[in-house]
């Protein structure tokens, strides 16, 4: 589902993005893409903590494979997806947390 949503947010970009889902090692699925950098999204300090700890380890297991850290705008800091699930399940207002698109996908899976 995180992927149709994905897919849906980025489709007017084209074919200039791809959007794949994988279920190895992420630097697994690097190798397989032959990717060089892998970007990731920080929201606050223990997302760093986290990060700081598996990048240590995606070195060890390739050390050609850069990881480079992007901050969230503090806009976003405080969006975390388990939270926009809860707010919905009762019933609250998530529009300014998710797309239009997001939101109604978010809403539609709640009532399941």
Do not use: C
Not at 53 to 64: G, I, P
Not at 81 to 95: F, N, P, T, Y
């Amino acid at each position: 589902q995180r992927v149709e949503m994905v897919r849906a947010e980025v489709a007017h970009l084209g074919d200039r993005v791809e959007v794949r889902a994988f279920s190895s090692l992420l630097m697994h699925f690097a190798e397989e893409l032959d990717a060089g950098i892998i970007v990731r999204g920080l929201r606050a300090v223990a997302d760093f903590e986290y990060e700081f700890q598996m990048t240590a380890m995606n070195q060890r297991l390739n050390a050609d494979i850069e990881t480079v850290f992007l901050m969230a705008d503090p806009r976003h800091q405080a969006i975390a997806s388990r939270l926009v699930k809860e707010i919905a399940r009762l019933d609250g207002a998530i529009d300014s947390f998710v797309s239009p698109a997001v939101a109604e996908m978010v809403r539609a899976r709640v009532k399941e």
